[in-house]
């Protein structure tokens, strides 16, 4: 497929599948200018905490463009910047994109460092496909030839550049032949699991159904499942685990039921100063999103909705987190402070 997220040079604009409109429509967005890439993140034309940092990069890049004649471009550079990286709280990989690129833009030139910039962004997106394919090769030996595996919400190639974290571990158990079912939660409210998940997997001949959220304790009590893998949006340096509402209610009854339960994701997810995931914001959408259906209302009007958009699995629950350095196992203080600082040390 056509990359779900391209900067096209030529027309100085961000071009994102806009993910809102899937499956039913396979339309895309120009974000001609870094207010644009806010709203796309914003209103989720592009989400998944890789995805959205790579489209943070972009952002920044057409914000220092947008700035090139300014005299005190510095400042203000700093301040769109900080609005890029708030666009969305939870997933980490956004701040984490826009410091690479604020690193970048650091100098006391007179005009922002563009060509660098531009290529700083360049290689965020294409760095992350690579890891994507080293935590799907790390994660393939989990799976073995016909399993069922359930995922929750979008962790694949929509979720990042390309190829998945989650669904990169199924993929590349998939190339190596043997024969996976995967059930996807359809993932309440926006339907990740049901829209994006299923369609990816559909399209690549990946055997997929779709499961109600609230149906996992009877496919697990049933045996209809061997392993749970998911995505995260943020993992704190205890192993504490963000992600998509539900996810932790799938770890707590894997593990009710003694199902493995994994967190696929790049080490770039992992956030040191979160000591625990108490620590982790937890984004609360609009409430419309709950109280309304494809548009139509379906709640009484006058009743107000809770909308927290991740939950946060605690590590206990966690089976092991696959990275792109290897599997982290309990305990994860320490598994998670080697990985990071081999990865610092290159
Ligand atoms: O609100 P979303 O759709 O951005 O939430 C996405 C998830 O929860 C994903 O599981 C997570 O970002 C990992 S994507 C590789």
Redesign the pocket.
């Known amino acids: 497929m056509t990359s779900h997220i391209r900067f096209d040079s030529a027309a100085n604009a961000l071009v994102l599948l806009d993910q809102r409109k899937l499956p039913l429509r396979e339309e895309f967005l120009a974000c001609s200018t870094s207010e644009d890439v806010i709203r796309a993140i914003r209103t989720?034309a592009v989400?998944?905490?890789?995805?959205?940092g790579v489209a943070a990069a972009w952002g920044c890049f057409m914000a220092a463009n947008e700035l090139r004649d300014c005299a005190d471009w510095q400042n203000e550079l700093q301040k769109r910047y900080a609005e890029i990286g708030a666009a969305?709280p939870t997933?980490v990989n956004l701040a984490w994109a826009v410091n690479r690129m604020a690193e970048i833009a650091n100098s006391p030139a007179q005009r922002p460092p563009l060509a660098e910039l531009h290529s700083e962004a360049a290689r965020i997106q294409t760095e992350d496909i690579e890891i994507c394919k080293a935590i799907g090769a790390n994660g393939a030996p989990l799976i073995q030839d016909g399993d069922t595996v359930l995922t929750?919400?979008?962790?694949?190639s929509l979720?990042?550049a390309g190829y998945?974290?989650?669904l990169g571990v199924i993929r590349a158990a998939a190339a190596e032949g043997k024969k996976i079912k995967v059930i996807a939660d359809e993932t309440r409210p926006?339907l990740?699991g049901a829209r994006l998940t299923a369609w990816e997997l559909h399209k690549e001949g990946i055997p997929v159904a779709i499961a109600c959220d609230n149906a996992c304790a009877l496919l697990l009590g049933k045996g209809m499942v061997n392993l749970i893998i998911?995505?995260?949006?943020r993992i704190a340096a205890n192993g504490d685990t963000a992600?998509?509402i539900g996810?932790c209610g799938a770890a707590i009854i894997a593990s009710h039921f003694r199902i493995p339960f994994y967190i696929a994701?790049p080490l770039s997810?992992i956030d040191l100063k979160a000591e625990t995931g108490a620590e982790i914001p937890v984004e609360e959408r609009s409430q419309e999103e709950v109280l309304e259906f494809a548009g139509a209302r379906i709640a009484p009007e006058g009743v107000r909705a809770l909308n927290f958009?991740?939950d946060i699995t605690p590590a206990p629950l966690i089976s092991g987190i696959v990275t792109e350095a290897a599997i982290l196992r309990p305990p994860y203080e320490a598994a998670i402070r080697k990985a990071m600082r081999q990865a610092a040390h290159g």
């Open positions: 989720m989400r998944g905490a890789p995805a959205i969305r997933a929750h919400c979008n962790a694949g979720a990042t998945g974290t989650a926006l990740q998911t995505g995260a949006d992600n998509k996810t994701a997810t958009a991740f």
